[in-house]
């Protein structure tokens, strides 16, 4: 699909062949509606592009007439993904759980992170491996984001079930 800006237009690409689609939408170039026109068709290349649709740039002349495109790859950064794991994640108060927060691409370096343990205790220690106990019986959400070093943050989160203590 091309996306029309007066003279200019994104052509998108199924990215294998480098050909467009034959689907074109065109935005007015009235006065009034310029900006309106591009905030749109900025909003649609990019909703294009994060959905993995391949664009390149395409220069035309006043005619739209021998358009040439030009492919360029794009390429969008690794999300890092993480796992956390809690051990036991089940027991009588007070429970001592063990977590364990990993990367699932074992390139990916994480570097910071952030600690929520559920019951208003917060940590920002940096090891993948941690304890905390819980002293009060209830429910608890455990979550802990993870910073690489190129700034990108991946969250994850468990449930722990803190029973009242054996009689």
Known sequence: MALGLGNE????????SGIGR??????????????FNYLIAAFAAS????AGVS????AQN???????PTP????????PQIQLQPLPAYGPAPLTVGFMVSSIDPETVLQTFTWNFGDGQVSMLPPTALFHTYTTPGSYVV???ATTADGHQASSLAGITVTRPAQ
């Not at 237009?9 to 294998?16: H, K, Q, R």
């Not at 034959?22 to 900006?35: M, P, Q, S, W």
């Not at 360029?72 to 999300?79: E, G, T």
Request: proline share 2%; charged share 10%.
């Open 9 to 16: 237009n994104a052509l998108i690409t199924d990215g294998a």
């Open 22 to 35: 034959a689907t074109a939408i065109r935005f007015a170039e009235e006065e009034g509606a310029n900006v």
């Open 47 to 50: 909703w294009l592009v994060l």
């Open 55 to 58: 664009t390149s740039a395409l």
């Open 62 to 68: 006043e005619g739209g007439i021998n358009a040439t």
């Open 72 to 79: 360029s790859s794009m390429m969008l950064p690794a999300i």
């Open 143 to 145: 979550t802990v984001t």
